[in-house]
């Protein structure tokens, strides 16, 4: 195996303080305002609808939230806000309950959501800066305390994880102290798998060789890190990489697989990890190169342990943060590295 060298910045720093993002999160949960309020209203069928919004990984995130909702029997979909703010604002109305999240609380489409929202509907934000739109002027607000973040989502996306999970069992009707013991074992969790990045990002570096494209697929809850994996890598190393659903990969992008094609597929949901499998072998039996995420996969960086629902999408985004740094030491540059975007995205 060649060695690579890590260029290390920003980036990587944000990435291995994930550990003390949670804990600061999690302390910050224990503190948050209640949630009675629009608990009691969906609960009494006062709230028709829910409708979950965000850009990029704060729309991505929102996937386990939106099944968790629905298996429990409310109405509930994913629109991104720029969507939902220019084609779709006949739905705030007193009977929809508006769950927005952004990392700024300041991008414009969360503050046109803000003008759009307001006196209509019931707006929980969720965003990690005090400071922003979002916080000041949503109905309630859940602050995320991940810290200050320098490039690509990576500490805030897993405390967003985190705290939508919170606020998904509270809404749900869950005692929330019982949540957050739950959620507790993430901590450790993301520390114990962050103490191995440079083994794991160097042999990724060696397994992704020859690759000129990637895929990240999976089902259920695990489209959170598929959809995230898709942009970050993109952000991240100027690389080509799409997220899509297993099922969605045979609709056409299998016809794309070949030696320098590899795709991620996350085991995911027992319910569906049986096709999860199947698709990583025929990927396989096509030329293509691939591997699994999850408890039993045969790479080191991809194997993950077993844990609870609430928790497994926050360790599902750690393996492709190891292929950001991976590929960026491939061609030796710093990955994460923005030359064209921003923190805060200024236009819609």
Same mark, same amino acid.
């Given at each position: ?19 003390? &993002? ?8 224990? *503190?948050?305002?209640?949630? $009675? ?13 829910? @409708? ?22 409310? $109405? ?12 779709? !604002? ?5 009977? =929809? ?10 991008? %414009?489409? $969360?503050?046109?959501?803000? /003008? ?10 969720? =965003? ?6 979002? %916080? ?5 607000? @859940? ?5 200050? /973040?320098?490039? #690509?989502?990576?500490?805030?996306? #897993? &405390? ?16 929330? /102290? ?6 507790? !074992? ?14 794991? &990002?160097?042999?990724?570096? %060696? ?9 990240? =697929? ?14 970050? #890598? ?12 297993? +099922? ?6 299998? /016809?794309? @697989? ?11 949901? !027992? ?23 999850? *408890?039993?996969? &045969?790479?080191? %960086? ?32 710093? *990955?994460?590295?923005?030359?064209? +975007?921003?923190?805060? $995205?200024?236009?819609?």
């Amino acid at each position: 195996m060649s060695s690579y060298s890590i260029v290390e910045g920003d980036y990587l720093r944000d990435i291995l303080d994930q550990p003390q &993002a949670l804990e600061d999160t999690l302390a910050a949960l224990e *503190a948050a305002p209640s949630l $009675t309020s629009p608990a009691q209203h969906l609960r009494q069928g006062e709230f028709k609808r829910i @409708v979950l919004t965000g850009m990029g990984s704060s729309y991505h995130g929102l996937h386990p939230l939106n099944l968790q909702l629905i298996r429990q029997g409310f $109405t509930s979909f994913m629109v991104e806000t720029s969507e939902l703010v220019h084609y779709m !604002p006949s739905l705030f109305d007193s009977e =929809t309950l508006v769950v927005a999240v952004s990392q700024s609380g300041q991008s %414009a489409e $969360t503050m046109r959501l803000l /003008e759009i929202c307001r006196g209509k509907s019931f707006l929980l934000g969720i =965003t990690n800066t005090q400071e922003g739109g979002l %916080a000041r002027r949503a109905d309630l607000t @859940v602050l995320t305390r991940a810290g200050r /973040e320098s490039t #690509v989502s990576c500490k805030t996306y #897993v &405390a967003m994880l985190l705290s939508l999970a919170w606020v998904g069992d509270v809404l749900c009707g869950r005692n929330p /102290e019982s949540s957050l013991q739950e959620l507790q !074992p993430a901590v450790l969790a993301v520390r114990r798998y962050l103490a191995r990045w440079p083994d794991y &990002a160097r042999s990724l570096a %060696a397994e992704l060789e020859g690759i000129q494209s990637l895929f990240f =697929t999976g089902r259920g809850a695990s489209l959170a890190a598929v959809g995230t994996g898709g942009l970050i #890598v993109k952000e991240s190393d100027h690389f080509h990489a799409e997220g899509m659903s297993a +099922a969605a990969f045979r609709h056409g992008p299998l /016809e794309m @697989v070949s030696g320098s094609v590899y795709v991620v597929v996350f085991s995911g949901d !027992p319910k569906t990890r049986d096709l999860n499998t199947r698709l990583a072998q025929d990927v396989q039996s096509c030329g293509g190169r691939t591997a699994l995420v999850g *408890a039993h996969s &045969a790479i080191d %960086a991809f194997r993950l342990p077993e844990v609870s629902a609430n928790i497994g999408p926050i360790l599902e985004i750690l393996p492709v943060q190891m292929i950001t740094l991976a590929l960026a030491a491939r061609v030796g540059r710093e *990955a994460g590295k923005f030359e064209f +975007a921003s923190k805060i $995205t200024a236009s819609e």
